[in-house]
Structures are given as C-alpha cells and as structure tokens.
T-cell receptor
Framework: GENVEQHPSTLSVQEGDSAVIKCTYS??????FPWYKQELGKGPQLIID?????GEKKDQRIAVTLNKTAKHFSLHITETQPEDSAVYFC????????????FGAGTQVVVTP | NAGVTQTPKFRILKIGQSMTLQCTQD?????MYWYRQDPGMGLKLIYY???????DKGEVPNGYNVSRSTTEDFPLRLELAAPSQTSVYFC???????????????FGPGTRLTVL
C-alpha cells in the first residue's frame, strides 16, 4: 500500500522568511496530493491540493510542487506570518482507492515574530 | 451549512465500556471516513463508507464498528474500550471521486477520547 514520508517533523522560521515541507510517496498510481493545516484543538483544514496532471499550483503565499518521476511533492509558504504556526500534513490518494488518504506524520511549524 | 459535526467533543471511558462517536454532515457527501490521530502522528483510517449501506475497513479497524444507514450520519462504535484506543477521532466527508482523482475531504472538529 501507499506510504507517505514527511520532513521535517518540526520547522522554526522567522516571520517573513519562507518555509518548505517535503513529502515522498511510494505508490506511483497516486494522483491526488492535498495539504492540510491543523491548528491546536481543531480538525485538519485543506489549504491546497494538487493533482498529478499538474506540476505546480499556487494560492497567494502558498504553493505546492509535484515531481512525479521522483515521487515527491513539497509545500512552500512565503512571507510567513505568526498565524501560519500550526501542524501541516501532506497526504496522497489514488482514484481507485475510494478517496482513502494516506497521511504523512506532520510538520510542526513555528513562526517567531 | 454546518459542515461536518462530531459529538461528543471529549469523553473519558473505563476499560471495557462501550460508546458511540457521532458524525453528521450536511453537504450531501456520499463518501465518509473515520480517522484516529495519535500524538505526534498522522491520521490513520479506521473505516470508510462510499454511500448509505456500504462500509469497509481502513488501515486500523480492529476494536471498532461502523454503520451508514443514511447519507448524513456515520457513527463509530467502540464495543470494549481499551487504553490503546485513547486518541483523537476525526470524521471526514467528501463529494465524489472522478477520473481526475478524489474530491476534497472536509474534517469535523474531532472527539478526544481517553480510556482509563
């Protein structure tokens, strides 16, 4: 089955700097890669996703890149702000898996003013 | 729309007790999922449902049961609670899956369960 590895497990950045989180996946059939943000005491919320027919997607300060050949995808946050502090999860899924998501272990991001 | 709602928010159980975690969505989603999240870990799938009357096991189904009698509701049942089931439980739902891949999963706020 699918295995998703996420690095780093913790990331501390100065406000205004960029943050990058990387994930690798094992199943070459995976074609959907969402990123979720989880604030303390809340459920995960989708912040951006990418499908395998696209190499990059951007939404304001957030971007995701996908390298299908190397089977890895990354989340980029630019101009970080204190409200970006949270746990971020990557996930992967295939069309024939009934939407079942395989999650990475998460990255705790701390943005210091 | 309220989205995905879960009750209760918190619960403490004694070993061997039973309980049902409730999940309701008002988005007319056909797919629903139950995950558990252990400290410092990602979410692991317990059970999922592709529509009313259809359920299937995920990665960690042992000790749990589910039912899906309506589109809106997807309760998770713990029959004989064990300390290993101490976790935060999240319910999620999504609309459909197409050739382009799965649709967005929307998560509830979670139920924090402690088994002592």
């Amino acid at each position: 089955g699918e295995n998703v590895e996420q690095h780093p497990s913790t990331l501390s950045v100065q406000e205004g700097d960029s943050a990058v989180i990387k994930c690798t996946y094992s199943d070459s059939a995976s074609n959907y890669f969402p990123w979720y943000k989880q604030e303390l005491g809340k459920g995960p919320q989708l912040i951006i996703d990418i499908r395998s027919n696209v190499g990059e997607k951007k939404d304001q300060r957030i971007a995701v890149t996908l390298n299908k050949t190397a089977k890895h995808f990354s989340l980029h946050i630019t101009e970080t702000q204190p409200e970006d502090s949270a746990v971020y999860f990557c996930a992967a899924s295939t069309s024939d898996s009934w939407g079942k998501l395989q999650f990475g272990a998460g990255t705790q991001v701390v943005v210091t003013p | 729309n309220a989205g995905v709602t879960q009750t209760p928010k918190f619960r403490i159980l004694k070993i061997g007790q039973s309980m049902t975690l409730q999940c309701t969505q008002d988005m007319n989603h056909n797919y629903m999922y139950w995950y558990r999240q252990d400290p410092g870990m990602g979410l692991k799938l317990i059970y999922y449902s592709v529509g009313a009357g259809i359920t299937d096991k995920g990665e960690v189904p042992n000790g749990y049961n589910v039912s899906r009698s309506t589109t809106e509701d997807f309760p998770l049942r713990l029959e004989l609670a064990a300390p290993s089931q101490t976790s935060v439980y999240f319910c999620a739902s999504s609309y459909l899956i197409s050739a382009g891949g799965p649709d967005t999963q929307y998560f509830g706020p979670g139920t924090r369960l402690t088994v002592l």
